[in-house]
């Protein structure tokens, strides 16, 4: 499964996902640190790449609808709430395939999971 980290993802999340054996393209690496979000979105549609991203504007489906994106998870992430989502993170990616998660917004906030469609 390939995910596009935008470039508010913790590094700690991108090394955890690579060491889970995902497929991780950094944003950094193809785009500036300026890209637009409308930018970012494209690219990870481009890439046929799950967008994460700890940016909450990403969850608007008006903006964003979930059926024209290859997956939009949305982490709303502390330091205090880190290692349950990314715990959380884990289990949904071990559990969806990519085709469950195409065209669906996902927001994990501790250990609940919010999917629309």
Do not use: W
């Not at 700690?12 to 995902?22: E, M, N, P």
């Not at 903006?63 to 502390?78: A, D, M």
């Not at 205090?80 to 990314?86: A, D, K, L």
């Amino acid at each position: 499964m390939k995910i596009l980290a935008d470039h508010c993802v913790f590094g700690k999340t991108v090394r955890l996902l690579q060491k889970s054996g995902h497929e991780v393209i950094c944003l950094k690496d193809i785009a500036s640190a300026s890209s637009e979000d409308d930018t970012v979105a494209s690219l990870a549609v481009f890439h046929n790449a799950i967008l994460l991203s700890n940016d909450k504007d990403f969850a608007d489906i008006i903006k964003y609808p979930p059926k024209e994106h290859s997956g939009i998870i949305v982490l709303r992430i502390t330091p205090q709430s880190e290692g349950i989502v990314h715990n959380t993170l884990l289990s949904l990616l071990a559990s969806k395939s990519l085709e469950e998660i195409h065209g669906s917004l996902v927001v994990i906030r501790g250990n609940k999971i919010r999917f629309r469609k």
